[in-house]
């Protein structure tokens, strides 16, 4: 059998790289895990739309049941990344290039990177060491590819958008820690 593969030609076996841009992550730690396409706008930012924010997030829920969430083509929502709490595992779930439906405010969705991280605004131990040193060289890492500040102006809480009835990512989130880990991933 190996002999008769290595007899085809190359033209005629698929290209290895067919379905590659689907599956390709900006960011090289995260793993693909897409959401729907009907969860999202497709684009090509930063050519349409200039990316100035970073958008936090929590999910008040769990890793699993979000990334069903945004894979489920009727619930029109969607972020870009999704931090686990045990572990700080990332999960790229839409590409930078598209705008994810996550801020509730189309102006912010196009100009944001939206991170949603594993918890509940009210459950603080969600808040572990690893979501937030793997968030915040996320984060880091967003921030050095488009220019971004790294400082509260730019990296917002959900709360923040403008007319959103949001809490995320909640009074338990520690900003200075944040901020102080992205400045220095």
Not at 23 to 39: F, I, L
Not at 121 to 135: C, G, I, K, M, Q
Request: aromatic residues 12%; proline residues 8%.
């Amino acid at each position: 059998m190996g002999a008769a593969l290595a007899a085809v030609p190359y033209a005629l076996l698929p290209d290895p790289r067919a379905g590659a841009q689907s599956g390709t992550v900006d960011y090289p730690p995260a793993e693909w895990r897409p959401a729907s396409p009907s969860n999202y706008t497709a684009s090509d930012r930063p050519g349409g739309y200039v990316i100035d924010r970073v958008i936090i997030h929590v999910t008040q829920e769990t890793y699993t049941n979000t990334l069903a969430i945004f894979g489920d083509p009727a619930k029109k929502v969607s972020a870009h990344y999704l931090v686990r709490s045990a572990d700080g595992h990332v999960a790229q779930c839409v590409h930078e290039a598209d705008i994810a439906w996550h801020a509730g405010d189309w102006d912010y969705n196009t100009r944001s990177i939206g991170i949603e991280h594993e918890g509940w605004v009210d459950r603080p131990a969600y808040f572990t060491n690893a979501l937030y040193e793997e968030s915040a060289k996320l984060t880091a890492a967003i921030c050095d590819k488009y220019g971004i500040p790294k400082d509260r102006e730019h990296i917002i809480g959900h709360y923040q958008v403008p007319g959103t009835d949001h809490t995320d990512p909640g009074p338990y989130w520690d900003w200075v820690r944040y901020l102080r880990l992205v400045n220095f991933a």
